[in-house]
T-cell receptor, first 115, second 116 residues
């Protein structure tokens, strides 16, 4: 596609429920990143994929968070047993490759609200 | 670990005037990249300008320029001839050179208002 697409745009869920957030990167982009942006804060790194594999998941806050990218394109961020503290905007970004010369393209994010 | 600090939560500028947004960072690395991103209400992060630490010349993109002071670890953004469309959150970000992930480390942002 022309840009990075994230769905849904907004998601409201009840505490304790399971949610999936989807990211559709720019076609051909091999690198994909997930960030979490809490209210009044800058985005914080969660996980990085190079192709199908998670090359760095050091930013995932705990084992309730998991992400996959099975075919090296679309990625899904999965959150189990959601808590009110998980409420945030989840941003996805993609890049043509790994090297630092490549810039990111961000999506418009999914705003997750846990009630 | 690297950190990025933006000490101005909010700034305001008159249309057509110039404004400077501040950013400081902490790192022990010698090679890295610095960025300014704009985030309008649409939430999409848009790259404004980028600076490679090994370059002494300050980056410029049209009305946007930076003042990069490597020794002071300072990276300010100057917006000239401000326009109403410049109103947004602005984030300063750091990225290691040759790091394992190329992840970005962001500051807390500065909300810029442009007064007509």
């Amino acid at each position: 596609g022309a840009g990075v697409s994230q769905t849904p745009s907004n998601k409201v869920t009840e505490k304790g429920k399971y949610v999936e957030l989807r990211c559709d990167p720019i076609s051909g982009h091999t690198a994909l990143y997930w960030y979490r942006q809490s209210l009044g804060q800058g985005p914080e790194f969660l996980i990085y994929f190079q192709g199908t594999g998670a090359a760095d998941d050091s930013g995932l806050p705990n084992d309730r968070f998991f992400a996959v990218r099975p075919e090296g394109s679309v990625s899904t961020l999965k959150i189990q047993r959601t808590e009110r503290g998980d409420s945030a905007v989840y941003l996805c970004a993609s890049s043509p490759g790994f090297t630092a010369n490549y810039g990111y393209t961000f999506g418009s994010g999914t705003r997750l609200t846990v009630v | 670990a690297q950190t990025v600090t933006q000490s101005q939560p909010e700034m305001s500028v008159q249309e057509a005037e110039t404004v400077t947004l501040s950013c400081t960072y902490d790192t022990s690395e010698s090679d890295y990249y610095l960025f300014w991103y704009k985030q309008p209400p649409s939430r999409q992060m848009i790259l404004v300008i980028r600076q490679e630490a090994y370059k002494q010349q300050n980056a410029t993109e049209n009305r946007f320029s930076v003042n990069f002071q490597k020794a002071a670890k300072s990276f300010s953004l100057k917006i000239s001839d401000s326009q109403l469309g410049d109103a947004a959150m602005y984030f300063c970000a750091y990225r290691s050179y040759g790091g394992a992930t190329n992840k970005l480390i962001f500051g807390t942002g500065t909300l810029l208002a442009v007064q007509p």
